[in-house]
């Protein structure tokens, strides 16, 4: 019979095991399914678009990629179209003459090597062009359903101010994450946070006054904006 993952102990000033799981209780009951914003049907089209949105929006990526998808939607297709044929299709995208070679490089890296089809283990998706940590985590994560964390700015930021799991480096905030987080909320957790950072615990104007977690957030300058 499979043991549930004993909880971590807090870290100091951070949240207790009880307030995590209120925490993801509460981001559950108003988004059940949550998932990535950008737009993809496969686990290519995932990997193409994640790799594009460094540094960009997910709303300027799934422009681009609604230009650029029914085009050229696999391996094959975007190689054929080489570094040259694929910057119209993005370069509304920021770092687009890097990403254009990258992206490339991928495609016939996974011709190459993996038969045109996106692998599932995180060494082979680090050694493909373009692919760091957080990417594989994201496409393990979405197209895979590993129970990865992929932590970017809004994970960075969410973990610290609420207590959640405090780090100072992005690795250090991911292994406290998949230690903290029970494992029933662990596949959809990325997502939640990501979600939650992205529209409520924002960078620069956090709307703590209709935050459904503040309650439980160890954030000490929690702001009273718009409080009806």
């Known amino acids: 019979m499979a043991t549930k993952k004993k909880a971590a102990r807090a870290p100091r000033g951070?949240?207790?095991?009880?307030?995590?799981?209120?925490?993801?209780?509460?981001?559950?009951e108003l988004n059940p399914h949550p998932t990535t914003e950008l737009e993809y049907s496969t686990p290519f089209e995932l990997l193409v678009a994640v790799i594009l949105s460094a540094q960009?929006?997910?709303?300027?990526?799934?422009?681009?990629?609604?230009?650029?998808?029914p085009v050229a939607n696999t391996p094959q297709a975007i190689a054929a179209l080489d570094v040259d044929g694929l910057k119209p299709y993005i370069a509304t995208i920021g770092l687009f003459n890097t990403k254009a070679a990258n992206v490339v490089a991928?495609?016939?890296?996974?011709?190459?090597?993996?038969?045109?089809?996106?692998?599932?283990?995180?060494a082979s998706l680090e050694a493909l062009p373009g692919v760091g940590r957080k990417t594989a985590?994201?496409?393990?994560?979405?197209?895979?359903?590993e129970a990865t964390m992929a932590v970017d700015t809004h994970i960075f930021r969410v973990s610290n101010r609420t207590g959640l799991a405090p780090g100072k480096t992005v690795l250090?905030?991911?292994?406290?994450?998949?230690?903290?987080?029970?494992?029933?909320?662990l596949k959809d957790a990325h997502h939640w946070l990501i979600l939650h950072g992205?529209?409520?615990?924002?960078?620069?104007?956090?709307e703590c006054w209709r935050c459904p977690i503040r309650d439980v957030c160890r954030f000490k300058d929690k702001t009273t904006d718009g409080e009806r």
């Open 14 to 28: 951070g949240m207790p095991a009880a307030d995590i799981e209120t925490m993801f209780d509460r981001l559950r």
């Open 56 to 69: 960009a929006t997910d709303v300027g990526v799934n422009k681009a990629m609604r230009r650029l998808f």
């Open 198 to 206: 992205r529209y409520t615990c924002k960078a620069r104007r956090p």
């Open 106 to 122: 991928m495609c016939r890296q996974l011709l190459e090597k993996h038969g045109g089809e996106v692998p599932h283990d995180r």
């Open 172 to 185: 250090a905030v991911e292994q406290a994450l998949l230690k903290r987080v029970p494992e029933e909320f």
């Open 137 to 145: 985590n994201v496409v393990m994560n979405t197209a895979f359903g």
